[in-house]
């Protein structure tokens, strides 16, 4: 991974994000973009670099093109959405990890952010209320 040369404008990336994800394809599409732009240095600002991507990941590039064009509004909508969940979570950085009302921000290993489960989660347990019609 390597600093790119250029600093894109991913709008469209990010509205390629929900394209992606109607089909089934998210993980491979972010992962792609993200090769895209960190190790090949590509603008992925370019609706040319990221059907290029949408092709190598087995969809079809010409309908990403179209979907874009014609379907534009609604992915602008689902993009709004996003950004008006993560103001309501206070996200201020990227990577910010939320579980319920805690979360974590910035670039941490993956045992810190285990850690950071683990506790939310037995502090979660601790906070439940045992319900009347459990098993016993």
């Known amino acids: 991974m390597r600093v790119p040369s250029i600093q894109p404008n991913s709008h469209l ?3 390629g994000v929900f394209y992606a994800k109607d089909r ?3 993980s491979e599409y972010h992962n792609a973009v993200f090769s ?3 190790d090949n240095d590509q603008n992925i600002g370019t609706l040319r670099v990221l059907s290029s991507i949408v092709g ?3 969809l079809d590039p010409r309908d990403f093109e179209l979907r874009l064009t014609i ?3 609604k992915y602008e909508a689902r993009l709004q959405e996003s950004e008006t969940e993560a103001n ?3 996200v201020k950085l990227v990577p910010t990890y939320v579980f319920g009302n805690r979360k974590i921000v910035g670039n941490v290993s993956i045992k810190h952010i285990e850690g950071f489960v683990r506790r939310a989660v037995r502090s979660q347990r ?3 209320k045992p319900s009347l019609l459990e098993d016993r």
């Open 13 to 15: 990336a990010l509205l």
């Open 24 to 26: 089934g394809n998210l």
């Open 88 to 90: 309501n979570d206070k």
């Open 71 to 73: 379907d534009k509004e």
């Open 36 to 38: 895209a732009l960190w």
């Open 56 to 58: 190598r990941i087995g």
């Open 126 to 128: 601790m906070t439940e």
